[in-house]
């Protein structure tokens, strides 16, 4: 891994250079999925099950074979073995815990002259997942992208799993008996955004897409915005490792490891105000990196997108935080709590020595989908709110829209708007 100290004269270009990071589809894909959306809008369930034959090596005939029912979600969860199933029933209930605190109210309050004025709060009608399936599967993410919509409220949820070569993953489609999908299929990459975006004959028309997914489906996403919400254009997975010196560096390897494993372009950074303990560090990456089994993976993002850093203190280690503004921040130190109020942009802090990142990738509670490539300082987790809408609510007394009127008069008819004006003098009393 390449080391950083914020003493070198060259720092700033080096930092800059380091997080970089191009999010957007070069031109080859952009015409890729140009035309895979524009075939989907148009040849709906024909080109669905082409593109999904093409790219996921299956031979299905029509959209019925990849479908699934409700009796094949919950047979996988039945058939779990003893220990996966309580694994995944109790990340469950944590995940659904932890979105129930979540959960908003409409409210309203009454002025003395009678006006009510409000927020009504309403659940989406509709929203699809995506669940990624080529790589690796993620059962995990079915849990922390479908959790919170039903905790939301909403009425229907569809799911899309990629199943290259027909291989379904019982984990995955477990998770979806437990999280309580209401349909699910088949489909992946950019075929399956367009299909939820606009609608088939079979697979319905959402509002909202969630979930992680290839450059294909992320360039989907950007394209379908405004037909349909979306949660993020997520890019490569982020960890922020600050220590001060005194955690088991085997336990620091093994935790930007734990990022580092996801894909080649996976970003792991260790901040750190004693040099030694990088010495420290290293010896354990080299000692445990040949037990990994994604080893080489691993070794080409520590080696491409990993770094070192050496902060002269507390101050300016909070100070590189807030830059980089990080996906997953670990305060790996003797008092976290005392760190927090410096801290502004992250999008989740794991605080002490023994909080691991993984543990919140599967079954602290809260959600992994989380803002990458420094969006930390606009952006939250995916949440609840991300699943409900909110419409204001105004009810004038006819004390209150005589005052108002009078208000709203002048300001209209300052912006040269004379049906408004006219419209909000109607209602004044003589």
Same mark, same amino acid.
């Given at each position: 891994?390449?080391?950083?100290?914020?003493?070198?004269?060259?720092?700033?270009?080096?930092?800059?250079? #380091?997080?970089?990071?191009?999010?957007? $589809? /070069?031109?080859?894909?952009?015409?890729? @999925?140009?035309?895979?959306?524009?075939?989907?809008?148009?040849?709906?369930?024909?080109?669905?099950?082409?593109?999904?034959?093409?790219?996921?090596?299956? $031979?299905?005939? $029509?959209?019925?074979?990849?479908?699934?029912?409700?009796?094949?979600?919950?047979?996988?969860?039945?058939? =779990?073995?003893?220990?996966?199933?309580?694994?995944?029933?109790?990340?469950?209930?944590? @995940?659904?815990?932890?979105?129930?605190?979540?959960?908003?109210? !409409?409210? !309203?309050?009454? +002025?003395?002259?009678?006006?009510?004025?409000?927020?009504?709060?309403?659940?989406? /009608?509709?929203?699809?997942?995506?669940?990624?399936?080529?790589?690796?599967?993620?059962?995990?993410?079915?849990?922390?992208?479908?959790?919170?919509?039903?905790?939301?409220?909403?009425?229907?949820?569809?799911?899309?799993?990629?199943?290259?070569?027909?291989?379904?993953?019982?984990?995955? =489609?477990?998770?979806?008996?437990?999280?309580?999908?209401?349909?699910?299929?088949?489909?992946?990459?950019?075929?399956?955004?367009?299909?939820?975006?606009?609608?088939?004959?079979?697979?319905?028309?959402?509002?909202?897409?969630?979930?992680?997914?290839?450059?294909?489906?992320?360039?989907?996403?950007?394209?379908?915005?405004?037909?349909?919400?979306?949660?993020?254009?997520?890019?490569?997975?982020?960890? *922020?490792?600050?220590?001060?010196?005194?955690?088991?560096?085997?336990?620091?390897?093994?935790? =930007?490891?734990?990022?580092? +494993?996801? /894909?080649?372009?996976?970003?792991?950074? #260790?901040?750190?105000?004693?040099?030694?303990?990088?010495?420290?560090?290293?010896?354990?990456?080299?000692?445990? *990196?040949?037990?990994?089994?994604?080893?080489?993976?691993?070794?080409?993002?520590?080696?491409?997108?990993?770094? *070192?850093? #050496?902060?002269?203190?507390?101050?300016?280690?909070?100070?590189?935080?807030?830059?980089?503004?990080?996906?997953?921040?670990?305060?790996?130190?003797?008092?976290?709590? $005392?760190?927090?109020?410096?801290?502004?942009?992250?999008?989740?802090?794991?605080?002490?020595?023994?909080?691991? +990142?993984?543990?919140?990738?599967?079954?602290?509670?809260?959600?992994? @989908? #989380?803002?990458?490539?420094?969006?930390?300082?606009? !952006?939250?987790?995916?949440?609840?709110?991300?699943?409900?809408?909110?419409?204001?609510?105004?009810?004038?007394?006819?004390?209150?829209?005589? +005052?108002?009127?009078?208000?709203?008069?002048?300001?209209?008819?300052?912006?040269?708007?004379?049906?408004?004006?006219?419209?909000?003098?109607?209602?004044?009393?003589?």
């Amino acid at each position: 891994m390449r080391r950083l100290s914020t003493q070198d004269s060259a720092f700033n270009a080096q930092l800059d250079d #380091l997080l970089a990071w191009e999010s957007v $589809s /070069d031109i080859e894909v952009q015409q890729s @999925v140009t035309h895979i959306v524009t075939e989907v809008r148009r040849r709906g369930d024909d080109a669905l099950v082409e593109f999904t034959n093409r790219f996921d090596r299956m $031979s299905v005939a $029509s959209m019925a074979e990849l479908e699934l029912s409700q009796e094949q979600l919950q047979a996988a969860l039945d058939s =779990l073995p003893a220990a996966e199933k309580q694994a995944l029933t109790t990340a469950a209930e944590r @995940v659904r815990a932890y979105h129930e605190k979540q959960r908003q109210d !409409s409210w !309203s309050y009454t +002025e003395a002259d009678g006006t009510m004025l409000g927020q009504k709060i309403t659940p989406m /009608d509709r929203v699809g997942i995506y669940v990624p399936g080529g790589k690796a599967a993620y059962p995990s993410s079915v849990l922390m992208n479908a959790i919170p919509a039903h905790v939301a409220g909403v009425n229907e949820i569809i799911m899309v799993v990629p199943t290259p070569g027909g291989e379904l993953n019982q984990l995955v =489609l477990a998770a979806a008996a437990l999280a309580g999908v209401n349909r699910v299929f088949t489909v992946g990459g950019a075929q399956a955004v367009a299909a939820l975006a606009y609608g088939t004959a079979t697979v319905p028309k959402v509002d909202k897409i969630v979930g992680p997914g290839n450059i294909y489906v992320a360039t989907a996403k950007r394209m379908v915005f405004g037909a349909v919400g979306i949660d993020m254009i997520a890019g490569p997975s982020e960890i *922020l490792v600050v220590c001060d010196g005194e955690t088991d560096p085997d336990w620091i390897a093994m935790d =930007l490891f734990s990022q580092a +494993e996801h /894909d080649e372009d996976a970003q792991s950074i #260790l901040i750190a105000t004693d040099a030694a303990f990088f010495d420290r560090v290293e010896a354990s990456i080299e000692k445990l *990196l040949p037990t990994m089994e994604r080893q080489e993976i691993i070794r080409t993002s520590l080696e491409g997108r990993g770094a *070192l850093i #050496l902060a002269k203190d507390k101050s300016e280690a909070t100070d590189l935080i807030n830059r980089i503004a990080p996906e997953h921040l670990e305060l790996s130190v003797a008092d976290p709590d $005392s760190w927090l109020d410096g801290i502004r942009h992250a999008g989740a802090i794991f605080m002490g020595r023994y909080t691991a +990142e993984a543990l919140g990738d599967y079954c602290a509670g809260p959600n992994h @989908v #989380l803002p990458t490539s420094g969006t930390a300082r606009f !952006s939250s987790p995916l949440g609840v709110y991300d699943f409900q809408k909110r419409s204001s609510l105004v009810k004038f007394s006819a004390d209150g829209a005589s +005052e108002m009127g009078k208000v709203a008069s002048v300001l209209a008819r300052g912006e040269h708007l004379t049906a408004h004006a006219r419209s909000a003098e109607f209602r004044i009393k003589d």
